[in-house]
């Protein structure tokens, strides 16, 4: 054919760094702290809950059911969020269930962007936001998290709290031509958790400049160190212009049922189900009816000791020290996340084992990345990955971990680590 085949939206966000990096992994590293999923179970009640699903006498479970939501889930899940946000929310209108949170970023971005519209990303950002804005037709505005000091007492560790928007700068990304900003806090992959003086921040210029906020909080249970998550539509001003994003992936650690969901007012959720209802229109029947049952526990349980809520980022806390703790000993400098599955590390003081190449358009961490899992079998993600291409060598001498393994996982990245911090210890 001597016309394109391919329409114009697909220009420029064909390549995914995921497809090379996964394939990477499964070619050379033996130990994958690369991709974000557990390899732990899920907990017992939804393992048994899954299991009564398919094997039991509710046999339409394996049929259609409606199509912006399993009734069972979208009721359970107002009545939590509705607790959370102090509000009373209509489960047929409040919350709408899609295949994963990834789906609903991407009617999200299909209901609201419009050619000529600006979505303003906070970097660095989950890597499909930038390619769904430019699909809808949309403009990226990118804004830094910078790190405005070092650690605050010498010995000390930098927090993800030490990376921070700068208020003026934030302000100046606003414009009538402003239709959106995307927030993510937890942050992905900073490990972030934007405190309520800096949600209040972004309120305020949502309200100001009649912008929506797509917050996208799916690791809102991975929270450590007695942090709060603040929801932004909590705020004032911000329940009418937000849709909130929500995972079970991450909420029970079965990212492989891809099960998610939106929860805002009508007057936006209307608009997000029609983009559903014209593409996927229906999720899997029986991983909602089972994550329903999941939630009702968590309902009944919630803030309880025995809790899943409770007890899982403690477990995670202890996996990130884990961590932290590895890398220290062999000489990167981690970052401490706030909260999420990750931990950005500083790898400054590597450029003896990988040196620079002057004027590579491959950034620094991409290829120290590559060579740590062909040449030490660990894989972990380069963090230019989750910027913008023009400042992808800003910060090119970080790399993300993810710490949600089990402890054999965990175990053998250590014994790597220790491994590789003799041989630059020994003559």
């Known amino acids: 054919m001597s016309r394109p085949v391919q329409a114009r939206r697909l220009e420029g966000v064909d390549k995914n760094i995921w497809v090379e990096f996964v394939k990477l992994a499964a070619t050379y590293s033996t130990v994958n702290l690369g991709q974000g999923f557990p390899d732990f179970p899920p907990p017992d009640f939804l393992k048994e809950a899954f299991t009564r699903a398919l094997s039991g006498e509710k046999h339409m479970l394996h049929q259609y059911t409606r199509a912006f939501g399993h009734p069972p889930l979208v009721k359970i899940l107002a009545q939590l969020f509705g607790k959370l946000l102090g509000r009373d929310l209509d489960p047929m209108t409040n919350v709408m269930v899609t295949v994963g949170a990834y789906q609903a970023l991407f009617c999200c971005f299909q209901a609201f962007v419009d050619e000529g519209d600006e979505v303003i990303i906070i970097e660095p950002f989950f890597d499909c936001y930038e390619p769904m804005v430019k699909m809808?037709?949309?403009?990226?505005?990118?804004?830094?998290?910078?790190?405005?000091?070092?650690?605050?007492?010498?010995?000390?560790?930098?927090?993800?709290?030490?990376w921070q928007l700068d208020p003026a700068e934030l302000a100046s990304k606003f414009s009538e031509r402003t239709k959106a900003i995307v927030l993510n806090s937890p942050n992905n992959p900073l490990g972030k958790v934007f405190s309520r003086e800096e949600l209040e921040l972004i309120a305020d210029l949502c309200v100001k400049h009649d912008a929506l906020c797509i917050s996208d909080e799916v690791y809102e249970w991975l929270v450590y160190d007695g942090k709060e998550h603040v929801r932004i539509a909590s705020l004032r001003g911000m329940w009418d212009r937000t849709v909130s994003i929500g995972s079970a992936g991450k909420t029970f650690s079965v990212t492989g049922w891809k099960v998610g969901w939106t929860v805002g007012p009508n007057r936006l959720l209307q608009h997000i189900r029609t983009v559903h209802q014209n593409s996927v229109y229906h999720c899997a029947t029986a991983t909602q009816e089972v994550v329903a049952q999941g939630f009702q526990r968590e309902f009944e349980h919630y803030g309880k000791p025995d809790s899943y809520f409770v007890q899982l980022p403690k477990e995670m806390q202890q996996k990130r020290d884990q961590l932290v703790q590895s890398l220290v000993a062999v000489g990167m400098k981690p970052i401490v996340p706030e909260g999420t599955y990750f931990l950005v590390a500083d790898i400054s003081e590597f450029k003896s084992d990988v040196p620079d190449v002057p004027n590579s358009d491959e950034p620094y961490d991409s290829r120290f990345a590559k060579w740590m899992m062909k040449n030490k079998g660990l894989a972990a993600i380069p963090l230019s990955t989750f910027y913008c291409g023009p400042h992808k060598n800003n910060y090119n001498s970080f790399i993300r971990f993810c710490f949600a393994k089990e402890e054999a996982t965990l175990k053998a990245a250590d014994d790597i680590l220790q491994k590789w911090k003799l041989e630059k210890t020994t003559p």
């Open 136 to 162: 809808a037709g949309g403009t990226p505005v990118f804004i830094p998290l910078r790190p405005v000091s070092g650690p605050k007492q010498k010995g000390k560790l930098m927090s993800s709290a030490d």
